[in-house]
């Protein structure tokens, strides 16, 4: 079988480098600022998931699972958790009763948003920094 692809330069491991440095440093920001709130990292995530699922304001457990890319068992719990804390709730589908909505409370939505604003400022200031590298292959 013939390697069609061209060997990797040290400007494209720099490249690599660079980004998973930068990649890392954005998530440390990110569990400080969640853990400064009083919530877990994945938490956060599932609040922003929950708000950020596209065209509406509630996701189910599967389609968290598969943002946060974890078992179903395992964001049930972290969904119990969260719910403790009042920050959502479940709520039977009103169109398909075998499917169980995550929405986010009063409580989550705040606390979202005030992370939210930190995050964005946080990306804002890594302006030109977290680049996608270019590596052809």
Same mark, same amino acid.
């Given at each position: 079988?013939?390697?069609?692809?061209?060997?990797?330069?040290?400007?494209?491991?720099?490249?690599?480098?660079?980004?998973?440095?930068?990649?890392?440093?954005?998530?440390?920001?990110?569990?400080?600022?969640?853990?400064?709130?009083?919530?877990?990292?994945?938490?956060?995530?599932?609040?922003? *998931?929950?708000?950020?699922?596209? /065209?509406?304001?509630?996701?189910?457990?599967?389609?968290?699972?598969?943002?946060?890319?974890?078992? *179903? *068992?395992? #964001?049930?719990?972290?969904?119990?958790?969260?719910?403790?804390?009042?920050? #959502?709730?479940?709520? #039977?589908?009103?169109?398909?009763?075998?499917?169980?909505?995550?929405?986010?409370?009063?409580? /989550?939505?705040?606390?979202?948003?005030?992370?939210?604003?930190? *995050?964005?400022?946080?990306?804002?200031?890594?302006? /030109?920094?977290?680049?996608?590298?270019?590596?052809?292959?």
């Amino acid at each position: 079988m013939k390697n069609t692809t061209r060997g990797l330069t040290k400007a494209d491991f720099e490249q690599l480098s660079e980004f998973r440095y930068q990649m890392r440093r954005f998530e440390r920001f990110s569990e400080q600022a969640a853990q400064g709130e009083g919530i877990t990292p994945l938490q956060y995530l599932l609040l922003l *998931h929950v708000k950020g699922y596209p /065209g509406r304001e509630w996701a189910t457990i599967g389609e968290i699972a598969e943002r946060l890319q974890a078992q *179903h *068992h395992g #964001v049930v719990a972290l969904v119990s958790r969260c719910e403790a804390l009042d920050l #959502v709730e479940r709520r #039977v589908s009103e169109r398909d009763r075998r499917q169980v909505e995550v929405h986010l409370l009063e409580g /989550g939505e705040k606390l979202l948003a005030r992370l939210a604003e930190l *995050h964005r400022a946080e990306l804002q200031s890594l302006d /030109g920094t977290f680049t996608v590298p270019q590596i052809d292959l």
